[in-house]
């Protein structure tokens, strides 16, 4: 009976959370028409733990937020881009993860970072040129915007700027098909024990609001991501429990 009681409460709470995402993804294209986010209200003071910031549409960081720890990363992809950076226990834990993975064989030289910390005016430039692309092909500006936001999030909406997330695969460039390799599958099952969590996972959208990005992974510590993994939990559903 306990235990039924118990289950019951976890789906009315997964319910409710569901609702509030879908309130907030439909609301969410007409506030922030400006190319910015709506606000710009920090949300980087560690209240629970500083690794397990929220960066989102709802929760922009600062435009001047910038990780006062952020330390070069040494598998930056080496086809001309600049070296990546990101926060001093994230970089360590991802080449942790790099050296078990070449000590078990599973590890693709090509499998590699393209991308760490974005700054906000390097997220700005980023959408903004997406979007010009679309409209110098023709495509009319609002449909433009609009398609470019299901892929790209506005500047100080990025979880890049937080640095704790990598873009990180083996493809030319940053494509679900990396969800088929063997390296993904490794990374699916084990990337919890270094601190990291395929931060939008497959069926997890209408929480996250963003569609299944296999290569990107986001720290929360070994801790967090332990448990959301072995609970199947994306970090908006974590938060909530805690
Ligand atoms: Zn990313």
Not at 29 to 52: I, Q
Not at 86 to 93: G, L, N, T
Not at 111 to 123: I, N
Not at 167 to 193: G, L, M
Request: glycine letters at 4%.
């Amino acid at each position: 009976m306990r235990r039924n009681f118990n289950l019951l409460a976890w789906e009315c709470m997964l319910f409710a959370l569901f609702m509030l995402a879908l309130q907030s993804c439909s609301s969410s294209f007409n506030k922030s028409k400006s190319n910015t986010c709506r606000a710009f209200s920090a949300n980087t003071s560690g209240a629970r733990d500083e690794y397990l910031i929220l960066v989102n549409s709802e929760n922009p960081l600062d435009k001047d937020y910038v990780p006062s720890d952020l330390t070069d990363i040494k598998s930056t992809r080496a086809d001309g881009r600049e070296i990546q950076k990101m926060r001093k226990a994230s970089a360590d834990a991802l080449e942790s993860m790099i050296e078990e993975m070449k000590r078990l064989g599973v590890y693709d030289e090509n499998l590699t970072v393209t991308s760490g910390y974005r700054s906000f005016e390097y997220q700005k430039y980023l959408f903004d040129t997406y979007v010009k692309n679309r409209t110098d092909s023709g495509m009319d500006y609002d449909e433009a915007y609009r398609e470019v936001s299901k892929t790209t999030a506005l500047p100080g909406c990025s979880e890049h700027q937080s640095g704790l997330c990598v873009d990180f695969h083996n493809k030319s460039y940053a494509n679900v098909s990396f969800a088929k390799t063997e390296q993904y599958k490794w990374i699916e099952k084990n990337a919890h024990s270094f601190g990291f969590i395929v931060r939008y996972p497959s069926g997890k959208e209408n929480i996250t609001g963003i569609s299944f990005e296999p290569w990107h992974l986001r720290y929360v510590g070994e801790e967090n991501a332990t448990k959301m993994y072995e609970n199947s939990l994306c970090l908006e559903e974590y938060l909530a429990t805690l």
